[in-house]
């Protein structure tokens, strides 16, 4: 290019070209989060927020569309961050710039266009350029003749610049089955220089082989099948495009060097990482492996922490922590020992926060985040490698080579150490982990914490079925383009003839008593459970004789254009053409409106008390309660919870007005709409507003609400905790279960009460003056048991023997707590303050309770207290430790104290011998 442009300017143009030039809509990024999709950790493509409308239970109000989406690919089958580092090219987070047809251009159209881009707009050399097609290697799916001929045409492009590859390279597949086609990539040659393999014998260069002169930059995919089977591909009746580009990739080629980490992507933040270290320019240089995983993992973290993703434990989280703790270990490798990753994350938020505001938005957050978590890792460090090593040279010693995976795990759990930098150390020492392993302890971990299995099925698995059911209820005119009608707003009670009737994945005419079914009807007034609202429940039944009565359990939507009830046919035969009333149960609906509200006002409150760093993290909006996890490093105190409470409920008393809009979704973000991580959201959103003249509230949101806040009624935290590292839980009621729950406390208030004959006023100083007698009590009760134990031990001291010139005493004394033992060994050592050795138990809450004592000459001559209990314990089942001088133990089996305690004198025998 004649102007060299900034990676900002390169991704502008890209944009601009296809908005302005191509007529495509400008579709924002969606979360690193997916929104509704389990099968995927996070977003690493930029299909994936479209990949709805492929699968067909989705369509879009356009149908061209370009982005440039944020991807992480730090797991499963896309996980690059073994490379992240060791190269110039992989990332953990990169962006995907992206131009898409949902069934309207195809290859013509795609190619012409990623061609002039390329040739025209971004100037870059045609001869430089190749273009591989499909060809299959089995020769069972068509040659993409159609492709290759349209690349020859374009001007300037060498006829033998257009390559055919097979299955591997050049055809894309979603998973194994589902839409499906043909793909072409774009090379770029960047010369014979660019070789890494020159002066190999038998190395030819040449497109996707194993040298780095050819660089794929943009894939474009003909997504023109549908694969139903390992052999079987059926064409889609639309045919769509889906291309990607690497903006990292692109940005290093237009600004001609030879390292995405070079560019003005990433070279701001190598220098903030040079201003701490006060390296050279060739100190930098040779330490260039710190500085990529420090400019990559900041910007990672960055971008993860203001979609959601704090760092923790497992899943999301544990990556988060991962990225921070490996990029904390890669600054300390070059002197940067504090804390200071935060700083290079403020010149990412600097650097790209025009594009991605939510950067900004969440710059408090992001650094305190950061910051913490080093300072965690810090704590912990130290020690988890000193153990690591001790692992790694045992390996060396025995001559293996691979750690075990679960001694990993036990590292991670234990030191907090993440597989990740586990297996740096180990390679930095020619040694391996077994990653497997690894995760599959994790795993266990995860199932038996309650935790569950991560991620579900693919989704859209009975599509077909619906989608057939769709285009003929089309054809008979029953139902418009855009199908089923869905207002949960507006009624609770709709009218209507059954459309069609799926039983056990088959269409049916009709049901009867017992059948588990799924009804369509032409418009439904049920909620389909979303944004952590669940669905509704209720009742269809017939309008007419004869009569017949379903209940609704269940709603979904399986394909675009479908909505299905799901439930049990209670009474009469269901037949499709018969008139139906469909009921959403009021009083229910009515208690999860209240709760979700009160979410609205508990996240607005939270937020008022604890910061702006407070953000959802998940919820539950069900008729007997609510539940709403929040980002939040520490536990709430109860002031501050208690704050929380009055606020919501100030709230609730001042009877806000709720305003609900539909509106484009860009709009009410600008307008400072709260959108939440892993939430899917249309083109135009519904928000939601609390107070008309100075909001308190505003969030997008598609869930039903109340008309007022004093429709709440009451609002009552009932726990707050921990539901994983970094994230809060409040469980909370409202309205009728809040009222019960108040009721239920005045019973239990009244009856106690009754028994301490007071009101209700009076018990807090009637409780303080049972517990201050009850104190006195057990004070005496103490004195006087130490008085019984000191007597009874002055008795058992004519029990004390000599054996080999060593004193030694070995008894029970009941009813001794261990300081009571502990007291009486030190009696004894005043009487024998040289070659005296002690064992005393008891039995406390059916558990034997061990502690001995060895005095200072013995333990010159070998004698460990801490040994000797340790033996002592093992034949009660237990086990202990201690100082050579005082120990203690404890057991199970108190009925073998009596043996237990013969093994003081074999072990004085032992130690005399």
């Known amino acids: 290019m004649k102007n060299k442009l900034s990676g900002s300017e390169i991704r502008q143009t890209f944009i601009r070209f296809f908005v302005e030039q191509k007529g495509h809509t400008f579709v924002p990024s969606s979360s690193l989060v997916p929104g509704g999709d389990q099968t995927l950790l996070f977003t690493n493509a930029g299909m994936v927020q479209f990949k709805d409308v492929f699968l067909g239970t989705d369509h879009r109000p356009y149908k061209r569309a370009v982005n440039s989406q944020k991807c992480m690919r730090v797991a499963g089958k896309h996980n690059d961050l073994d490379d992240v580092g060791r190269d110039d090219t992989h990332h953990t987070f990169f962006e995907?710039?992206?131009?898409?047809?949902?069934?309207?251009?195809?290859?013509?159209?795609?190619?012409?266009?990623?061609?002039?881009?390329?040739?025209?707009?971004?100037?870059?050399?045609?001869?430089?350029?190749?273009?591989?097609?499909?060809?299959?290697?089995?020769?069972?799916?068509?040659?993409?003749?159609?492709?290759?001929?349209?690349?020859?045409?374009?001007?300037?492009?060498?006829?033998?610049?257009?390559?055919?590859?097979?299955?591997?390279?050049?055809?894309?597949?979603?998973?194994?089955?589902?839409?499906?086609?043909?793909?072409?990539?774009?090379n770029y040659d960047r010369g014979e220089e660019a070789c890494d393999k020159r002066g190999v014998p038998g190395h030819v260069c040449q497109v996707n082989g194993?040298?780095?002169?050819?660089?794929?930059?943009?894939?474009?995919?003909?997504?023109q099948y549908n694969r139903t089977g390992p052999?079987?591909?059926?064409?889609?009746?639309?045919?769509?495009?889906?291309?990607?580009?690497?903006?990292?990739?692109?940005?290093?080629?237009?600004?001609?060097?030879?390292?995405?980490?070079?560019?003005?992507?990433?070279?701001?933040?190598?220098?903030?990482?040079?201003?701490?270290?006060?390296?050279?320019?060739?100190?930098?240089?040779?330490?260039?492996?710190?500085?990529?995983?420090?400019?990559?993992?900041?910007?990672?973290?960055?971008?993860?922490?203001a979609d959601g993703v704090v760092p923790g434990n497992t899943g999301r989280n544990y990556v988060c922590r991962m990225i921070i703790r490996r990029a904390a270990r890669f600054g300390s490798k070059i002197g940067l020992n504090q804390p200071f990753l935060a700083k290079v994350a403020e010149v990412v938020i600097d650097r790209y926060g025009d594009f991605f505001p939510e950067l900004v938005k969440n710059r408090d957050a992001i650094l305190s985040n950061i910051t913490r978590e080093e300072e965690r890792f810090q704590r912990t460090v130290e020690t988890g490698v000193s153990q690591l090593q001790v692992y790694l040279n045992d390996l060396k010693e025995r001559k293996e080579q691979v750690l075990d995976g679960q001694v990993a795990f036990e590292l991670y759990a234990t030191h907090g150490l993440p597989l990740e930098l586990t297996r740096d150390i180990a390679r930095e020492q020619g040694l391996e982990v077994d990653q497997m392993g690894f995760r599959e302890a994790m795993e266990a971990h995860r199932v038996a914490s309650g935790a569950g299995k991560a991620f579900g099925p693919l989704g859209g698995e009975d599509v077909d079925i619906y989608r057939r059911v769709f285009e003929n209820l089309r054809k008979e005119a029953k139902l418009n383009n855009d199908g089923v009608v869905y207002d949960p707003y507006s009624a609770i009670e709709v009218e209507g003839e059954v459309l069609a009737i799926v039983r056990e994945g088959e269409v049916v005419g009709e049901a009867f008593p017992g059948d588990v079914v799924e009804v369509i009807l032409p418009k439904t007034c049920f909620y389909i459970e979303s944004g952590g609202q669940v669905s509704d429940t209720g009742k269809i039944v017939s309008t007419s004789e004869p009569r017949w009565e379903l209940q609704v359990e269940a709603m979904r939507k399986p394909a675009a254009g479908i909505i299905v009830?799901?439930?049990?046919?209670?009474?009469?035969?269901?037949?499709?053409?018969?008139?139906?009333?469909?009921?959403?149960?009021?009083?229910?609906?009515?208690?999860?409106?209240?709760?979700?509200?009160?979410?609205?006002?508990?996240?607005?409150?939270?937020?008022?008390?604890?910061?702006?760093h407070a953000r959802q993290a998940g919820s539950l909006v069900a008729p007997d309660r609510l539940r709403f996890d929040f980002t939040h490093p520490e536990a709430l105190t109860q002031e501050q919870?208690?704050?929380?409470?009055?606020?919501?409920?100030?709230?609730?008393?001042?009877?806000?007005?709720?305003?609900t809009r539909v509106k484009p979704l860009q709009q009410a973000v600008a307008e400072g709409a709260m959108a939440l991580f892993g939430e899917k959201y249309a083109e135009n959103v519904r928000t939601v507003t609390i107070g008309a003249t100075e909001p308190i509230s505003y969030e997008l949101c598609g869930g039903t609400h109340v008309e007022e806040t004093a429709d709440i009624g009451l609002f009552l935290i009932t726990s707050e905790g921990s539901a994983a590292a970094g994230i809060r839980r409040i469980e909370a009621v409202t309205g009728r279960a809040a009222y019960e729950l108040v009721q239920k406390r005045f019973r239990i208030l009244r009856a106690t009460a009754e028994k301490l004959s007071s009101s209700l006023d009076e018990i807090p100083v009637k409780v303080e003056n049972l517990l201050d007698e009850l104190a006195a009590v057990r004070k005496e009760n103490h004195t006087l048991r130490q008085a019984l134990v000191t007597q009874r031990f002055e008795t058992l001291l004519r029990n004390t023997k000599v054996l080999n010139d060593i004193t030694y005493l070995a008894v029970e004394i009941p009813g001794a707590d261990v300081d009571a033992l502990r007291s009486l060994a030190d009696r004894f050592r005043q009487l024998h303050p040289q070659q005296g050795v002690i064992v005393l138990a008891s039995v406390m809450d059916g558990k034997p309770l061990i502690v001995g004592s060895v005095t200072d000459d013995l333990i010159r001559r070998g004698f460990h207290a801490g040994e000797l209990v340790k033996r002592v314990a093992q034949v009660v089942g237990g086990g202990g430790g201690g100082r050579p001088n005082m120990a203690q133990a404890g057991g199970r089996d108190a009925e073998k104290l009596?043996?237990?305690?013969?093994?003081?004198?074999?072990y004085i025998r032992e130690k005399t011998a």
Not at 270 to 288: A, S
Not at 898 to 906: D, F, G, R, S, T
Request: glycine share 6%.
């Open 210 to 223: 194993d040298c780095k002169r050819f660089v794929e930059i943009w894939n474009l995919v003909f997504i």
């Open 96 to 186: 995907m710039l992206g131009n898409w047809s949902f069934g309207d251009y195809y290859k013509k159209e795609a190619i012409s266009w990623a061609w002039e881009l390329l040739t025209q707009i971004f100037e870059i050399d045609p001869s430089r350029l190749y273009a591989t097609c499909f060809k299959d290697e089995k020769g069972e799916i068509p040659t993409d003749e159609e492709a290759a001929e349209i690349w020859k045409s374009q001007p300037g492009m060498a006829t033998d610049h257009v390559l055919f590859f097979g299955r591997k390279d050049n055809f894309w597949e979603m998973a194994d089955t589902g839409p499906c086609g043909p793909c072409s990539e774009i």
């Open 898 to 906: 009596p043996q237990a305690l013969h093994e003081v004198e074999n």
């Open 231 to 305: 052999s079987t591909l059926e064409p889609l009746p639309a045919r769509h495009v889906d291309t990607g580009m690497g903006f990292e990739r692109i940005v290093s080629l237009l600004q001609g060097v030879n390292s995405n980490y070079r560019t003005d992507l990433f070279w701001p933040l190598l220098m903030k990482v040079q201003e701490m270290t006060g390296h050279t320019d060739e100190e930098r240089e040779n330490n260039f492996t710190p500085y990529r995983v420090i400019a990559d993992h900041a910007r990672a973290s960055a971008f993860l922490i």
């Open 641 to 659: 919870i208690e704050r929380i409470e009055e606020g919501v409920n100030h709230a609730i008393l001042a009877n806000y007005r709720l305003e």
């Open 565 to 612: 009830h799901s439930g049990r046919v209670l009474r009469g035969v269901i037949k499709v053409g018969d008139g139906a009333i469909a009921r959403v149960d009021a009083a229910r609906r009515r208690d999860i409106m209240r709760n979700h509200t009160a979410t609205h006002l508990l996240h607005a409150e939270l937020q008022a008390v604890l910061g702006s």
